[in-house]
């Protein structure tokens, strides 16, 4: 083997290695992004909620309806 050859190798192995590594850490940061999100919707959920028992609220004291 040629020391070009070997240098070639190196450096692909080197690449992969790295690129491997990177794919790893993203994959590792989108699962959090995603349960993130997941709990994101969740409270955006409750605070829907909230909002509706409030107008319930605002309209049997005031007898309109909340607009």
Excluded: C, W, Y
Aim: aromatic residues 2%; hydrophobic residues 45%.
């Amino acid at each position: 083997m040629t020391p070009e050859l070997i240098a070639i190798l190196s450096v692909g192995v080197a690449l992969a290695g790295f690129i491997r590594a990177v794919h790893r850490d993203l994959s590792d940061r989108i699962t959090r992004v995603e349960k993130n999100q997941d709990e994101i919707r969740g409270a955006i959920a409750e605070l829907r909620e909230r909002m509706a028992r409030l107008e319930g609220v605002i309209e049997g004291f005031t007898g309109r309806s909340a607009a």
